[in-house]
């Protein structure tokens, strides 16, 4: 068990070494981006048929951590989705900073 605590620990660890200047996001600047990503993601309920019919997820108040992460992983393609690895291809560390910032805030929500 104290292993597996150790491996939880590095993992994490690892992670937020990964996850470049996440924390040194504008938002501001997240929001000129995040126009992108209203067509999609600003829509409640929204569900997609591309490439399968899912459920689009909310983004606002999401942990910046988990934000750029995922669009890190999108932009590698360890995350297989075709419209966001055509769309995190096109985004700096800066911009997924940026992007994470923004809708991060609560008040994110509250704007809309």
């Not at 491996?7 to 992670?15: D, E």
């Not at 000129?32 to 459920?55: F, K, L, N, S």
């Amino acid at each position: 068990m104290k292993k597996r605590s150790i491996l939880c620990v590095g993992a994490l660890t690892a992670f937020l070494v990964s996850a470049p200047g996440w924390a040194e996001g504008d938002p501001a600047r997240g929001w000129e981006r995040a126009q992108m990503c209203a067509g999609c993601h600003g829509i409640p309920d929204y569900r997609t048929a591309y490439p399968e019919v899912y459920r689009v997820p909310k983004l606002g108040g999401q942990q910046a951590a988990y934000i750029v992460k995922s669009l890190q992983d999108y932009k590698s393609g360890v995350r297989k989705h075709p419209s966001m690895v055509g769309i995190a291809a096109t985004l700096s560390d800066q911009d997924m900073a940026d992007l994470a910032a923004y809708y991060n805030d609560t008040t994110v929500e509250a704007r809309k």
